[in-house]
């Protein structure tokens, strides 16, 4: 019975210790293998075929495009609509004003990340801008969970809650938004700690987070840090937030669902379903693929395995991008002076006139038999409202 015992115990160490087995000196996957002769990395036939393919080189650069004209334009609407047009600030525009810092610090890098995939995968600005540009990339996606989480935890608050002065507390938004700030800045530390630029042995370019050179060596040792804020980010920035925008969501439905006041209920319970619709769109589409595959990943790197899905890796990363094309709807439907704000922006009406417009419109008294208003000193007047 002993003998058996250890027996076990010897297989389960041997499994332990397969685990970590250095890779073989040809490349697996997107994994280059370190080559000190000439500081290059050298990958396998199917990686470079990946890297000339039109997925990179075409369908990255055009989702890119978009993002980056559509979340500029978008996200900077949305921080003029937030500093110049919204007088009265409340917690829920500091958190979607946040969210659109994020977006538009994000994508004002894409035209590097453009010009690297039109030019075949060849990074040519240095090291320390990949590193940048990597940070901002991950910070973004991040960040935006967590923002998307305040402001699910606040529309919930708001709605179940009426009454309480904490609804409209900003002390308590602003201090929320600076530690979900300083947060991401102190987690991103780990990405700045080791080289995202390799050199591709045979194939003339540099790229830029696409290919993870391993010391055969070392093999741990190379990916520790990506290993460390990938799974620590995946679990504490995305799945516990995920857990609370879920339960956020379920309480905020069963508090609609309990309200007896039909008349005011039933464009707020419109109202919340167009948000969780949204909310639950931007998820699927670019936070929980990219999120799962980064976790199989950085798991397949640790022991050794080639990731067969890496197409599919690399697509993901692509598509969460688009998160800052989806937040403005967060924002379209989470507030109705947003809406009116962005609706006055683009028919160029200051603020002034519309205020004048609105004293002017309550003035009047609405006639059912002219079907017009009419003015205190019942001048008939036509509505363009």
């Known amino acids: 019975m002993d003998s058996k015992w250890i027996l076990s115990v010897l297989l389960v160490i041997g499994c332990a210790f397969a685990e970590v087995t250095p890779p073989k000196k ?21 990686a470079i075929a990946a890297l000339r393919s039109g997925l990179t080189t075409v369908f990255f650069p055009i989702v890119y495009s978009v993002v980056f004209v559509v979340g500029l334009t978008a996200n900077g609407m949305a921080i003029w609509v937030f500093l110049f047009r919204t007088k009265k600030k409340h917690p829920s525009s500091i958190y979607m004003a946040n969210l659109a810092l994020a977006d538009l610090l994000f994508v004002v890098w894409m ?33 935006s969970v967590l923002f998307i989480t305040c ?37 991103s530390i780990p990405l700045y700690l080791y080289d995202h630029t390799a050199k591709i042995n045979g194939m003339n370019i540099t790229t830029c ?24 980010m995946s679990t504490v920035a995305f799945f516990v937030p995920c857990i609370v925008i879920i339960a956020a969501y379920v309480l905020l439905l069963q508090t609609l669902g309990n309200s007896m006041e039909e008349s005011t209920s039933g464009k707020t319970r419109r109202k919340a379903f167009l948000l969780i619709l949204v909310v639950l769109l931007t998820f699927l589409v670019c936070f929980v693929p990219s999120n799962i595959m980064l976790v199989i990943h950085y798991a397949l790197l640790k022991a050794g395995q080639a990731n067969n899905g890496y197409g599919f ?13 989806l937040d403005p709807f967060i924002y379209y439907f989470v507030s109705d002076e947003f809406r009116e704000h962005v609706k006055n922006t683009l028919l160029c009406r200051s603020s002034r006139t519309v205020e004048r417009e609105k004293v002017t419109f309550s003035s009047m008294k609405y006639s059912k038999k002219t079907k017009s208003f009419v003015s205190a000193s019942n001048n008939t007047e036509s509505s363009n409202c």
Not at 28 to 43: E, L, S, V
Not at 122 to 128: A, N, R, V
Not at 313 to 325: D, E, I, K
């Open 111 to 143: 035209p590097l990340k453009i010009s690297y995939h039109v030019n075949g995968n060849d990074w040519i600005y240095g090291e320390p801008l990949c590193k940048v540009l990597v940070s901002f990339f991950y910070g973004n996606m991040y960040c």
């Open 151 to 187: 402001l699910s935890v606040q529309r919930y608050w708001v709605v179940a809650h009426p009454l309480s002065t904490q609804r409209k507390n900003n002390k308590v938004a602003i201090g929320v938004c600076a530690a979900v700030w300083a947060f991401i800045w102190i987690t």
């Open 26 to 46: 040809t490349g697996r996957g997107f994994i280059g293998i370190k080559n000190d002769d000439d500081n290059t990395a050298t990958i396998d036939p199917a």
């Open 209 to 232: 987070h696409d290919v993870t050179i391993v010391d055969p060596k070392d093999p741990y040792g190379s990916i520790k840090h990506p290993l460390f804020y990938f799974m620590f």
């Open 313 to 325: 890796y690399v697509t993901t990363l692509c598509l969460a991008s688009l998160n800052s094309c």
